[in-house]
């Protein structure tokens, strides 16, 4: 249940909006004048703000005004005749959510009361989870400025960081492509007792096997063609210090031979030496694959992967924190938009729908560059859907991504995420109404309501079925 603020000097209106609102199962608050609204809000907590425009004394743009400077995060609609919709318009640009115009029906007014509310719920989200994140970072000291989210899960992670640094172990970093698995290690890094030495990073992946061989132990002089001189290799350059070893799952089975005897006995030889190199390294990995299936199939050594193995630790998908959605479009928009496009400065609450209903297959990095595509074609001062990238409008947002399902997800989770997404997409077409959501999805509305309630969608159970 919810409490609506009704301002409105005329008690006939006054009382009609009253009563649509309290049908609705809501608890409604009425104020016959501008001040007395202002003052009802300060009293108590209020959801929803429904102001006349034209009263006397303090009219409904000055109620704006001030409602919007003691809380931004609830919706206000203005209430206004025919006669001043242009005036109703100019207060839409300085905040308000919607205007009604008189003579209304309550089929309408239930219709913008339900979609107030759950644009109010996702501000409040919002304000919510940049408050934890800004919290997360003044309690680490701002030793985890990189790795931005507010939720439970990241929270988890954050502090698995905290521990693992506090030792010299071996860890392993698992998660998809671009979930972060970097940035984690640098963390790492940054809190161990080895902060003052290098990090040095090698992607795997990315080197055929004699050049990984090289960029990892180093050549001699006149080793191979080309080797015109001395190499150091990254063993050598992260002595000290932290060895970051990317996409470690890439490692061609030769490779990990010679890998793994660097890890057991701390020493290797450069290609072309016979000196053997004494290093101390800590040692971090990372991979997208899943090392327990590549072991199974002989494509990978059981013994490097214990070696490798001393510490796991898991990223989570970013579909499996969609919380932190918000957060990370915020912060995006403040690092890309100074150069992008400086004009904006968040993203409206209808892109930010598109963008918590998408599966988002590329993780953290794929969101960074969705919000770096939007910035360059976004007007005003907010990100709207229409300068999302194509992939996140019409029905592309829900089926297209499904086309590659990652391995670390279940049958189970694979369905629920779907029937999520369907659900999301009826409910938006259906303009929030629950009863044309069930007749879309071909469900009864009793089940419809479990499954809003399940995943969280539209404030669950209530009646807010949109019938008269």
């Known amino acids: 249940m919810a409490a609506i603020l009704i301002i409105d000097d005329n008690e006939t209106v006054r009382d009609g909006l009253t009563h649509t609102v309290k049908k609705m199962g809501h608890d409604a608050v009425a104020a016959a004048s501008g001040q007395a609204g202002i003052d009802a809000f300060k009293a108590r907590r209020v959801d929803f703000v429904i102001t006349d425009l034209k009263m006397d004394g303090l009219g409904g743009v000055e109620v704006l005004r001030a409602i919007t400077t003691l809380d931004p995060t609830v919706p206000i609609m203005i209430v206004t005749g025919f006669g001043t919709v242009e005036t109703a318009v100019e207060a839409m640009k300085l905040g308000a959510f919607d205007f009604l115009i008189k003579p209304f029906t309550p089929e309408v007014v239930r219709l913008k009361v339900e979609r107030a509310l759950e644009l109010c719920a996702a501000r409040r989200v919002r304000t919510k989870l940049e408050a934890e994140n800004a919290y997360l970072r003044d309690e680490h000291g701002g030793r985890f400025t990189e790795i931005i989210g507010g939720g439970d899960k990241i929270a988890a992670v954050l502090r698995a960081v905290e521990k693992v640094a506090a030792s010299d172990a071996t860890v392993f970093v698992a998660g998809e492509s671009g979930t972060g698995k970097e940035l984690v290690a640098r963390a790492i890094h940054r809190l161990s007792r080895r902060a003052s030495g290098p990090f040095i990073k090698v992607n795997c992946g990315a080197l055929t096997e004699t050049l990984l061989e090289s960029e990892l132990f180093g050549h001699e002089k006149g080793a191979f063609t080309g080797a015109i001189k001395q190499k150091l290799g990254r063993f050598e350059l992260a002595d000290g210090g932290t060895l970051f070893l990317d996409e470690v799952g890439d490692v061609p089975p030769a490779m990990q031979v010679k890998l793994l005897r660097a890890l057991q006995e701390h020493e290797f030889e450069r290609v072309g030496g016979e000196r053997p190199i004494k290093v101390d390294v800590r040692v971090l990995s990372a991979t997208n694959k899943d090392l327990d299936v590549e072991v199974a199939a002989g494509r990978f050594r059981q013994d490097l992967f214990y070696r490798l193995h001393v510490v796991p630790l898991r990223l989570p998908s970013l579909r499996e924190r969609r919380e932190d959605i918000p957060v990370l479009a915020q912060h995006f928009v403040a690092k890309l ?132």
């Open 337 to 468: 938009g100074p150069r992008t496009n400086p004009r904006v400065s968040g993203v409206g609450d209808a892109a930010l729908g598109r963008l918590m209903a998408y599966h988002w297959p590329g993780n953290v990095r794929e969101l960074e560059n969705a919000i770096e595509q939007a910035l360059v074609f976004a007007e005003g001062t907010e990100i709207g859907v229409a300068a999302l990238p194509a992939f996140l409008h019409g029905s592309g947002a829900v089926e297209e991504d499904r086309l590659d399902v990652p391995r670390q997800l279940s049958l189970p989770d694979i369905l629920d995420d779907l029937e999520r997404q369907l659900i999301l997409k009826a409910f938006e077409k259906a303009r929030g109404v629950k009863t044309e959501t069930a007749r879309l999805l071909g469900i009864k509305t009793s089940a419809l309501y479990y499954k809003l309630e399940k995943y969280g969608i539209g404030g669950g159970s209530g009646d807010k079925s949109g019938a008269p």
